[in-house]
């Protein structure tokens, strides 16, 4: 069932962006001096490869929970609430280079809860719920976001910049050893998320089947949200939201390898951090000016979808 | 009786108030007098200097020097003033600015009320809109000293400078997250000309620029400025790469200016080209 | 042993009783039908059994242990429930879905091993459905796709089978293969529960029926002393006449013009 063949075209685009991202730049490339791309570009593409990863594999889990192709990863209100975050913490206070990660990482973990709270009626979290609450609360913040804007003094790019996404965070020591942390953090994670690939599967099914066949889909779906929620709070809060990565690289990978999620989910992985790490090769080789990426995303990603929506109704 | 009484002398003293009042609101029409309000922190400023400040009738939130400024009606903040509060205000001149007052512009149009865009790209811009709001003012005379005075200064910092073979280069960062800093269109870039240094995108016909980096690595400013609050000089260096630059391993970071000598085009830009021009000279010292 | 024994059962959704007081025998290898009236409480009692709700009152028993205390991989190991509706939202092959059946039976990440693709095929050689295991779920007609499920049901090996309307949306050639079906597995031991409308359909093939209505038991026994004109008019407030199948001399309803 897994044609090795087809893995193989994957990994090799993934280490092209990789060895391409790694070696184009403004300063060049030197074997002699190492220094900047080590110190430079190197946290950026491993950046791009968890942000790109996490984006695509959550993508693909609550597109699979939520039996809804239509969802992405900030669907759930996550992005809107680490913008709203961020906002409080540049209002409130000054933390250096910890206010925008710090805060927005609140935001999001703020809006996890409340949407939480929103889609549990009786006791019981259904997945329109889930998604209403979620679209609820990102207008919500998304208006209270231009509230304080408006009420702040100055104009703010750093909210733009979390609204659009970018991987030219300035990493400090302090800023580079606390991304490390949750790095680590991640990765059972991100295992836990694959380890639901067939309930996922089975979950295609009505979900009473699902149910019968002793998946516990309230736990499933408390567990999930949960984690695919810190995982999309800890990539915003680095890079801001970066749109049409989790919504297009399921799609993609379904495409081309079928619905299984056993495939599905780590091939979202590596499509999601190549596709990223492609974008952000783009958006910085057009320096000295940086486009946001999800000024390039959209770019890609709205014919695509189009292409999608019609080749579906 | 005397319940009558008072309700005689109640009714009496209101018609009197009455009477008065509407005879003083008369008399103040017939006196032509300028109502002014000013939706820029800078032409604020600039109002006060020459002296006209009794014209304001309102301001923005953001208006807050001098003093002063602060107690005047405020009609709402920079990007969003309101405009029902500007109309009841009467104002019979309105400053603007672009692009982010377009919305507000077009509306007073609407209402035929004069507006004035100042929109400085350059010292001499700033220069000749003094003028010319000085003008608009009735304070020409005023509105003149102050730029010759201005002028002289300007004049002043350039003697002071010692003939740079090349002039150091400065880059100015305006925004952590995202990297910003300021182009050939800002007339930031001639403040940072006219006191004898060089902004490193001065090369980029833009007026903000975002940027990263590896492009400040490539450029390698030998001074750089920090106008925005949320770092300092040793987060600065901390950072992953930065080390590489000239301007960090010598030293040359500097985060205690004023960001609004940079950031209001008013008489004040004066204090950050000086300040900036004593960094170049390397006798920069805090100004009281 | 006794498959399944319901003891005073209860259950509402918040006010509303669906079912009060049941109390209902089934024995192992039983073909047991259960019919009655819209609302009379039929899907909820299956769901109960199936471990999808939970009682109010009363306990379940599925082969001697109470439902609450089997863990929902084992239950899902005896009992196999075929819901009404059935959804598909991902273009899965048949063999993909049948192989569903068999994740009781897996570790979170183990893929589907030889013996799990043989009992897969088995459950699709037993529903006729073999020769289009390959193809996508989403291509196929109703009736196709309705076997496909009922082998997807059979691949977790269960020792009872729960049915909900299978044959509803079904024309009466696929009712046909769809009983000679479940009679099939009958013979060979299965205790299957069906769920119908079709009081005729479930006069031929069970060998005892629950009549609900209104979430109560008005009567459990053979078809024949179910299927009365009494007992039918009583419940569905129709008098039909009633007639005897040729073959196997079970009453048939034919209704009032």
């Known amino acids: ?313 | 009786m005397t319940k009558f009484k008072n309700w005689f002398v109640y009714i009496w003293l209101s018609i009197f108030f009455i009477a008065g009042f509407s005879l003083c609101a008369k008399s103040k029409k017939e006196t032509i007098r300028q109502r002014i309000v000013s939706l820029v922190p800078s032409v604020t400023e600039i109002i006060f200097a020459l002296g006209k400040d009794s014209l304001l009738v309102g301001n923005t939130i953001y208006c807050d020097y001098p003093e002063a400024a602060k107690h005047i009606y405020k009609v709402g903040d920079f990007s969003n003033p309101s405009l029902e509060k500007i109309l009841r205000r009467k104002p019979s001149l309105v400053f603007a600015t672009l692009p982010e007052q377009r919305n507000i512009i077009e509306q007073l149009k609407k209402h035929k009320i004069p507006v004035y865009v100042s929109q400085p790209k350059s010292v001499d811009s700033i220069l000749s809109e003094i003028i010319e709001i000085g003008k608009l003012i009735n304070a020409n005379d005023t509105a003149k000293a102050l730029v010759n005075f201005l002028k002289s200064k300007l004049d002043e910092i350039a003697q002071r400078n010692p003939n740079f073979i090349d002039s150091p280069r400065v880059y100015i960062e305006i925004s952590a997250t995202p990297l910003m800093t300021v182009g050939s269109l800002s007339y930031i870039n001639d403040l940072i000309r006219y006191a004898g240094a060089k902004n490193i995108f001065g090369d980029i016909n833009q007026e903000y620029i975002v940027t990263n980096s590896e492009e400040l690595i490539k450029r390698n400013p030998d001074m750089i400025l920090i106008l925005h609050p949320s770092v300092n000089k040793s987060q600065i260096r901390k950072r992953l790469g930065w080390s590489q630059m000239y301007a960090v391993k010598k030293g040359q970071i500097y985060d205690n200016l004023n960001p609004d000598y940079f950031f209001r085009p008013g008489p004040r830009f004066i204090y950050g080209v000086e300040d900036l021009a004593n960094i170049v000279h390397g006798i920069w010292t805090k100004r009281k | 042993m006794s498959a399944i024994e319901v003891n005073n059962l209860s259950f509402s959704y918040g006010d509303k009783e669906v079912l009060s007081d049941l109390t209902v025998k089934i024995n192992t290898g039983e073909f047991f039908g259960i019919i009655g009236p819209n609302g009379a409480g039929k899907t909820t009692l299956l769901k109960l059994i199936a471990g999808l709700l939970r009682p109010n009152q009363g306990e379940i028993k599925i082969l001697g242990r109470n439902l609450l205390e089997i863990s929902s991989n084992e239950r899902a190991k005896l009992i196999s429930f075929v819901p009404q509706e059935n959804y598909f939202n991902f273009d899965f092959t048949v063999l993909d879905v049948v192989l569903f059946g068999r994740h009781p039976y897996l570790k979170p990440m183990a893929r589907p091993k030889k013996n799990d693709i043989d009992k897969a095929i088995a459950a699709l050689t037993i529903t006729d459905a073999l020769e289009f295991k390959d193809r996508s779920i989403l291509e196929l007609s109703s009736g196709e796709r309705q076997r496909v499920i009922i082998a997807r049901a059979l691949a977790s090996e269960p020792k009872i089978l729960l049915l909900d309307e299978p044959t509803s949306y079904l024309d009466i050639t696929h009712q046909v293969e769809i009983l000679k079906i479940l009679k099939k597995l009958n013979q060979e031991g299965m205790t299957i529960i069906f769920l119908s409308h079709d009081i005729n359909l479930t006069s031929i093939i069970c060998n005892r029926l629950l009549l609900l209505s209104n979430g109560k038991m008005v009567a459990c026994d053979d078809p024949e002393k179910i299927i009365t004109k009494e007992t039918i008019g009583q419940v569905y407030k129709i008098y039909p006449d009633i007639i005897f199948h040729p073959e196997n001399k079970r009453p048939q309803i034919i209704l009032p013009y």
């Open chain 1, 1 to 313: 069932m897994f044609q090795s063949k087809s893995w193989f075209v994957l990994i090799i685009l993934f280490l092209l962006a990789i060895i391409l991202s790694f070696s184009f730049g403004p300063t060049g490339f030197s074997l002699l001096n190492l220094s900047i791309p080590l110190e430079v570009r190197l946290p950026r593409i491993i950046l791009g490869i968890f942000a790109g990863g996490v984006l695509g594999l959550v993508g693909a889990t609550l597109q699979g929970l939520l039996q809804n192709p239509l969802v992405d990863p900030y669907t759930l209100g996550i992005a809107s609430g680490a913008g709203f975050g961020a906002m409080i913490g540049l209002i409130i206070g000054k933390f250096g280079v910890f206010t925008i990660p710090i805060f927005s990482f609140i935001g999001s973990v703020f809006t996890i809860l409340v949407v939480y709270h929103l889609a549990r009626i009786r006791g019981k979290i259904t997945k329109i719920s889930l998604v209403l609450a979620g679209v609820i609360m990102s207008f919500l913040f998304s208006s209270l976001v231009m509230l304080f804007m408006v009420l702040a003094r100055k104009p703010l790019p750093e909210i733009i910049y979390l609204l659009m996404g970018r991987l030219s965070i300035v990493f400090t020591t302090e800023l580079w050893i606390l991304f490390v942390v949750i790095f680590v953090i991640a990765l059972p994670i991100v295992y836990y998320l694959y380890r639901q690939w067939r309930s996922l599967n089975i979950l295609s099914m009505n979900e009473e089947v699902a149910e019968s066949l002793g998946v516990d889909t309230q736990r499933l779906t408390k567990n999930i949200f949960i984690a695919s929620s810190f995982l999309i709070a800890a990539v915003v809060s680095f890079t801001g939201a970066i749109s049409f990565v989790g919504l297009c690289v399921p799609h993609i990978i379904r495409l081309i390898y079928g619905p299984d999620h056993y495939k599905v989910l780590p091939l979202s992985f590596l499509l999601g951090a190549t596709l990223l790490l492609f974008t952000d090769l783009i958006a910085r080789t057009i320096a000295p000016i940086e486009l946001p990426l999800s000024v390039i995303t959209a770019l890609f990603g709205v014919p695509f979808f189009v292409y999608l929506l019609k080749r579906k109704l």
